[in-house]
T-cell receptor, first 112, second 114 residues
Framework: ELKVEQNPLFLSMQEGKNYTIYCNYS?????LYWYRQDPGKSLESLFV?????AVKQEGRLMASLDTKARLSTLHITAAVHDLSATYFC????????????FGQGTRLTINP | NAGVTQTPKFQVLKTGQSMTLQCAQD?????MSWYRQDPGMGLRLIHY???????DQGEVPNGYNVSRSTTEDFPLRLLSAAPSQTSVYFC?????????????FGSGTQLSVL
């Protein structure tokens, strides 16, 4: 059974600081997704990581994937308040069939 | 484009009642799926479809039925609602499950079963 664990689950940080969210998963997969969810809203796709060593960046967010370590990271650079949200990683447990197992989510609060 | 449209947005049911959550997409996507989200947890896959006439079970299928008669629509049926089915339900779609494209999510249906 594939398990996906994120840490931390809650993160409160100040604007301007850097931080990293970690996503560990228990079985082999080379497809990992990051999503953002604002309170009471739907999920918005941030990144799709498809191979070992994949790195993608969008604005202040950068995601990477290490399939050998079964680890993905979402790095936030110089955080701003608008990045406050819950961030989910999700792993495809059926090798490309988009049957995703989600982590518990990391609730990120960025204070002015 | 409307994207992925879910109705209703909110629903309250009594235990034992049945209902259908509607999901429609206008992007000509092959792949559609249903997830549920419970407090403090990530989303869990209920059922999915890779095309009209083809459906399969996900991680938590019990108590739910689906069908896919058209490319656009993928309704989720609760046959006899139970309090354990209180959750937020999200429908999602993508162009093809094999091209590693991102999923587009609907706005969700908040369901309470009393």
């Amino acid at each position: 059974e594939l398990k996906v664990e994120q840490n931390p689950l809650f993160l409160s940080m100040q604007e301007g600081k850097n931080y990293t969210i970690y996503c560990n998963y228990s079985t082999t997969s080379d497809r990992l997704y990051w999503y953002r969810q604002d309170p009471g809203k739907s999920l918005e796709s941030l990144f799709v990581l498809l191979s070992n060593g994949a790195v993608k960046q969008e604005g202040r967010l950068m995601a990477s994937l290490d399939t050998k370590a079964r680890l993905s990271t979402l790095h936030i650079t110089a955080a701003v308040h608008d990045l406050s949200a819950t961030y989910f990683c999700a792993v495809d447990w059926a090798q490309g069939a988009q049957k995703l197992v989600f982590g518990q989510g990391t609730r990120l609060t960025i204070n002015p | 484009n409307a994207g992925v449209t879910q109705t209703p947005k909110f629903q309250v049911l009594k235990t034992g009642q049945s209902m259908t959550l509607q999901c429609a997409q206008d992007m000509n996507h092959e792949y559609m799926s249903w997830y549920r989200q419970d407090p403090g947890m990530g989303l869990r896959l209920i059922h999915y479809s890779v095309g009209a006439g083809i459906t399969d079970q996900g991680e938590v299928p019990n108590g739910y039925n689906v069908s896919r008669s058209t490319t656009e629509d993928f309704p989720l049926r609760l046959l006899s609602a139970a309090p354990s089915q209180t959750s937020v339900y999200f429908c999602a779609s993508s162009y093809s499950r094999t091209t590693n494209e991102k999923l587009f999510f609907g706005s969700g249906t908040q369901l309470s079963v009393l």
